[in-house]
């Protein structure tokens, strides 16, 4: 248990809709991040938030994306106007407190695929 | 631009063997390592971290650390077929968000 849980575990979607993904971290943490993976890449650093304050922003991440954080628990990762490249798995980490020197835990991800 | 490059295999082993993986870096100011499993469709594990040069070892891994040739590796020890997977190796970017830079991993395949 790496103490992240995201929702859904699976998307399917259309191209040009909008979907919205979830992590909640479990156990205790000091910052959360978002990667997006894809087929024969490692993952890429999309953003990361500091308890609710989003601190950080990848090129990647395009304005159709938008990350929030609100209170500083759950995170979501929103989607407009999906398109056949944004199919992806999508990551969501944590870095514990003391946990040495920046490790990261991994969420189990949510797959994105648009057809 | 700040890159991690890695061997992409497929890496063959038989069993019983010691796989060796291995990475370089560019960023020669990186001060943190990670190696992380990821098998096929799930999400990726943190197996090792090395912060300083030489040698760590926990069980069956050692990753080794050389800052000065900005080179990591990872030795699987008496492999198993369940140590089939990607091993991904990743290094702290620079600035202060802490977030890591991946390599795009090698596949590790280790054959009864």
């Known amino acids: 248990d790496t103490g992240v849980s995201q929702d859904p575990r699976h998307k399917i979607t259309k191209r040009g809709q909008n979907v919205t993904f979830r992590c909640d971290p479990i156990s205790e943490h000091n910052r959360l991040y978002w990667y997006r993976q894809t087929l024969g890449q490692g993952p890429e650093f999309l953003t990361y938030f500091q308890n609710e304050a989003q601190l950080e922003k990848s090129r990647l991440l395009s304005d159709r994306f938008s990350a929030e954080r609100p209170k500083g628990s759950f995170s979501t990762l929103e989607i407009q106007r999906t398109e056949q490249g944004d199919s992806a798995m999508y990551l969501c980490?944590?870095?514990?407190?003391?946990?040495?020197?920046?490790?990261?835990?991994f969420g189990q991800g949510t797959r994105l695929t648009v057809v | 631009q700040k890159e991690v490059e890695q061997n992409s295999g497929p890496l063959s082993v038989p069993e019983g063997a010691i796989a060796s993986l291995n990475c370089t870096y560019s960023?020669?100011?990186?001060?943190?390592f990670f190696w992380y499993r990821q098998y096929s469709g799930k999400s990726p594990e943190l197996i090792m971290s090395?912060?300083?040069?030489g040698d760590k070892e926990d069980g069956r891994f050692t990753a080794q650390l050389n800052k000065a040739s900005q080179y990591v590796s990872l030795l699987i020890r008496d492999s198993q077929p369940s140590d089939s997977a990607t091993y991904l190796c990743?290094?702290?970017?620079?600035?202060?968000?802490?977030?890591?830079?991946f390599g795009k991993g090698t596949k590790l395949s280790v054959k009864p």
């Open positions: 090395i912060y300083s040069n």
């Open positions: 960023d020669r100011g990186s001060q943190s």
């Open positions: 980490a944590i870095r514990r407190p003391g946990s040495g020197n920046t490790e990261a835990f």
């Open positions: 990743a290094v702290k970017g620079g600035g202060s968000q802490g977030n890591l830079i």
